[in-house]
């Protein structure tokens, strides 16, 4: 089973509005993170932000935001007044565990186009 | 700066040549990786090392190896074994408490 799903191939959104991005993950231990890059045509995979499993509220970077819905398993991000430099590539990860070789675990990503 | 350092940018491999990408990091971390992408896909671990002279296999290790002589650096080797070695490989390195990884600006290898 995939752990990490996220559905949305490709996103277009309008310069300025904001634009949500699906992640679902699935896992049975308690302990876990999620964590959402950004990859542009460069190729570097850019941290925008992370949530820890036991945090109570939701993630926020700047423009970013992470929506935690912990009961359905999601881990949405939200990218509030886009803008031309923020078409990438995004991908959401998860790393299980707090011992042990704490990798990440990736979803296929999600190809964002803002559009002017 | 701190950061992570990747060279070659690009690398072409021979039939039956090992080749060797370089990961260097001034961060001062403990923990380092190596993933591969492929075209439209999330990345895979190949190896990692959570400490000097200690490194462990991934989930697709085979036909790679590795070392880690020294805290700054993680090179890869992609062995003749790899017949599939067309990829785009990153290398990551991972700060404590949150276990944020961050990464190299990546090395793509292609076969000639």
């Known amino acids: 089973a995939q752990k990490i799903t996220q559905t949305q191939p490709g996103m277009f959104v309008q310069e300025k509005e904001a634009v949500t991005l699906d992640c679902t993950y699935d896992t049975s231990d308690p302990s876990y993170g999620l964590f959402w890059y950004k990859q542009p045509s460069s190729g570097e995979m850019i941290f925008l932000i992370y949530q820890g499993s036991y945090d109570q509220q939701n993630a926020t970077e700047g423009r970013y935001s992470l929506n935690f819905q912990k009961a359905r398993k999601s881990a949405n991000l939200v990218i509030s007044a886009s803008q031309l430099g923020d078409s990438a590539m995004y991908f959401c990860?998860?790393?299980?565990?707090?011992?042990?070789?704490?990798?990440?675990?990736f979803g296929s990503g999600t190809r964002l186009q803002v559009q002017p | 700066d701190g950061g992570i350092t990747q060279s070659p940018k690009y690398l072409f491999r021979k039939e039956g040549q090992n080749v060797t990408l370089s990961c260097e990091q001034n961060l001062n971390h403990d923990a380092m990786y190596w993933y591969r992408q492929d075209p439209g896909q999330g990345l895979r671990l190949i190896y990692y090392?959570?400490?000097?002279?200690?490194?462990q296999k991934g989930d697709i290790a085979e036909g790679y190896s590795v070392s880690r002589e020294k805290k700054e650096s993680f090179p890869l080797t992609v062995t003749s074994a790899q017949k599939n070695p067309t990829a785009f490989y990153l290398c990551a390195s991972r700060q404590g408490g949150k276990n944020i990884q961050y990464f190299g600006a990546g090395t793509r290898l292609s076969v000639l």
């Open positions: 990860a998860m790393r299980e565990g707090r011992a042990g070789r704490r990798a990440l675990t």
């Open positions: 090392s959570q400490i000097v002279n200690d490194f």
